[in-house]
């Protein structure tokens, strides 16, 4: 459960590509896990394997977890689940958490992201592509139909008079 001492993540894992295991395209079976960087188990969560895909799995599933406060890091993990050698790794991606925490975006915003996995090695093996949402207590999930944004995104409109600007937008916005 949430506390003050953590974030509330939401991880939607969307897609991988180009997954590979020794140079060689994988089959099936890609999932993917998703932990802090301590590797917490009690802040783990995993997809369910991509039965089809091959090596370029999607599975568009949302993971859940909880962020220690001090974290620096997420860390994804690609594997495939093979029923004779057990699960094999085939990329990890190190998340930086300021890539989708602070600066000055609204609370519940959806960052979308891409990063390149390494192997065991070190060497590049695949893209992993998610979607970060650090999820505020008065967050529902969905916006109701009557609401085009939600409320902490503001909209912002300037009219253009297009004979005396020739249809160039001029100004600043001012919150």
Request: proline share 6%.
């Amino acid at each position: 459960m949430a506390n003050s001492h953590h974030r509330r993540l939401e991880v939607t894992v969307i897609s991988g590509e180009d997954l590979r295991i020794n140079d060689r395209p994988i089959k099936n079976n890609a999932f993917v896990t998703v932990n802090d960087c301590c590797g917490s188990t009690s802040s783990q969560d995993s997809t369910k394997p991509d039965a089809q895909s091959e090596s370029y799995p999607y599975w568009d599933e949302k993971l859940h977890m909880d962020l220690p406060t001090g974290s620096r890091y997420i860390v994804v993990e690609v594997c495939r689940r093979t029923s004779s050698a057990g699960d094999k790794l085939v990329g990890t991606a190190w998340i930086p958490v300021s890539d989708f925490v602070g600066d000055y975006t609204p609370e519940n915003y959806l960052h979308f992201l891409s990063y390149r996995l390494r192997d065991a090695k070190g060497l590049r093996n695949g893209i992993i592509n998610i979607s970060v949402r650090v999820v505020s207590s008065s967050y529902k999930g969905t916006l109701s139909s009557s609401s085009r944004l939600p409320p902490s995104v503001l909209e912002f409109r300037m009219p253009v008079d297009r004979e005396r600007n020739g249809g160039t937008v001029t100004g600043v916005p001012i919150w």
